[in-house]
């Protein structure tokens, strides 16, 4: 089974930080791409920020230069550093991972259950 787990939401202030940690563990064979998605009240699921393992990265225009994506493909970890944060950051936050849990599968998203962040004076 394989396992993606959150951490690092919180309540935060308009213009300050957090960081946000995804740990993936358990059968895991190979993983692609990594990523960080949002989902506010009423509004669809949205990409936030993505890491191939070659160290690709993208993002939606809104976080564009506010916030970093990284990974280390040794820990089967991402991160997600959020600078200069703003009301409407305010969402859970979803890691995703593009893996194959044994050599023979396919690669197959993975989601975690998900971490709120809240920005708000």
């Known amino acids: 089974q394989v396992q993606l787990v959150e951490s690092g939401g919180g309540l935060v202030q308009p213009g300050g930080s957090l960081r946000l940690s995804c740990a993936a563990s358990g059968s895991i064979f190979s993983i692609n791409a990594m990523g960080w998605y949002r989902q506010a009240p009423g509004k669809q699921r949205e990409l936030v920020a993505v890491?191939?393992?070659?160290?690709?990265?993208n993002y939606a225009d809104s976080v564009k230069g506010r916030f970093t994506i990284s990974r280390d493909n040794a820990k089967n970890r991402v991160y997600l550093q959020m600078n200069s944060l703003k009301p409407e950051d305010t969402a859970v936050y979803y890691c995703?991972?593009?893996?194959?849990?044994?050599?023979?599968?396919?690669?197959?998203?993975?989601w975690g259950q998900g971490t709120q962040v809240t920005v708000s004076s």
């Open positions: 995703k991972a593009l893996l194959k849990p044994t050599a023979g599968t396919y690669f197959t998203d993975y």
């Open positions: 890491v191939t393992s070659y160290g690709t990265t």
